[in-house]
């Protein structure tokens, strides 16, 4: 395979996550899961029920910093994710973000009509940027504790999926209101997600400050984007974000996760700038290994129903993308977060089988 030129620079890493993320293919390819700190560990609800809520959790760092090694005393992953969430950000901003008992996030006010003067750092000038410091913290605390050869690894949400939640107020199946008001008013859409990028490079770049080693940009909804909306609001905003890291911090990682992009993932790959490409349970490996650019390290993409499944099934599921990617650096991780009712059985089973026990 030919080699692919890189923007990484600095020392030659000795990690095995970051061995891959800079273009190195190795025999047992390193493992973390996408929410691999969650509603899966009994350690992590009782932590929660004792907190009492996700939001008193993500902002205690010592807290935030054991729920995140957790999955790695348990599992001895080669990642450990911060455990944050994608709306810190609009939290940021100052909207109200809750995480009510059985339903996804709430954030008010909602900007259902494009009113940007509801956030107050758009609409006085200046966010409350102090609401993140817990979070610097938490890593600063988790780096310290982490095993010698375990990556360290942050993230935030790109611009488009975050604003999808932070115009409708909540999740949506069709982000109909976000992509409506793209189509109605560009200008004032675009305000919004460059608010939200400019926000996001300094998030990122504090989450390196404190110890990050390589960040995700999760793009969960890009799936529910035309083509026209992709090219401007995933790969252009993706592309403002990445290069501003790798002017700002050279060296470190990005990882790009525009779950649902299907077709599109080559285009993404190419002009976002990004370092790596996750992938979606819905993407086939085989494809994906011949129509990215060649020496990509890429990361997936495992669904999480076959790790639930567990068994023959999973086994299966192990072997297709472990046999997708011959000559191609990998990371091995799930096309999507880990479900709160997958057995750890079924985990420690995967461990086995990627790591050839």
């Not at 969650?38 to 992590?44: A, F, I, K, V």
């Given at each position: 395979m030919v080699e692919r030129a890189t923007t990484l620079t600095g020392p030659v890493p000795t990690k095995p996550l970051l061995r891959v993320l800079a273009g190195e293919k190795l025999a047992v390819p390193p493992i973390w899961l996408m929410r691999q700190a969650?509603?899966?560990?009994?350690?992590?609800r009782a932590l929660r029920a004792e907190k009492g809520g996700f939001l008193a959790l993500a902002t205690d760092?010592?807290?935030?910093?054991?729920?995140?090694?957790?999955?790695?005393?348990?599992?001895?992953?080669d990642g450990a994710i911060l455990f944050s969430d994608i709306l810190m950000i609009p939290w940021a901003m100052g909207q109200h973000l809750t995480f009510g008992p059985g339903e996804g996030p709430r954030l008010n006010p909602p900007l259902l009509d494009g009113l940007l003067a509801g956030i107050p750092g758009l609409s006085q000038g200046g966010y409350p940027f102090h609401r993140l410091d817990p979070v610097y913290e938490t890593v600063r605390r988790t780096v310290a504790r982490l095993p010698a050869d375990v990556t360290m690894l942050g993230f935030a949400g790109s611009p488009w999926t975050v604003a999808t939640y932070m115009v409708a107020g909540q999740g949506s199946k069709d982000h109909e209101a976000s992509r409506s008001l793209a189509y109605r008013d560009p200008a004032t859409f675009a305000g919004l997600l460059e608010a939200i990028a400019d926000l996001t490079i300094d998030y990122l770049v504090g989450q390196i400050d404190a110890g990050v080693e390589a960040v995700q940009l999760f793009d969960s909804w890009a799936g529910s984007l035309s083509p026209a909306q992709f090219d401007d609001w995933v790969i252009g905003f993706t592309a403002r974000i990445v290069d501003a890291l790798h002017q700002r911090r050279?060296?470190?990682p990005v990882i790009g996760f525009p779950k649902g992009a299907g077709g599109k993932l080559p285009r993404y790959a190419r002009e976002t700038g990004i370092d790596a490409i996750g992938l979606d349970e819905t993407v086939d490996p085989v494809w994906a290994d011949a129509v990215l650019p060649p020496g990509m390290p890429v990361q997936g993409n495992l669904d999480p129903l076959a790790l639930l499944a567990g068994g023959e099934a999973l086994d299966g599921a192990i072997m297709r993308v472990l046999d997708a990617f011959p000559e191609r650096p990998h990371v091995f991780n799930l096309g999507h977060g880990i479900g709160q009712h997958t057995p750890i059985a079924h985990v420690e089973a995967l461990l086995a089988r990627v790591r050839g026990a």
């Open positions: 969650g509603r899966y560990l009994p350690e992590y760092p010592e807290a935030a910093s054991e729920v995140t090694l957790q999955p790695i005393r348990r599992f001895a992953f050279p060296g470190v």
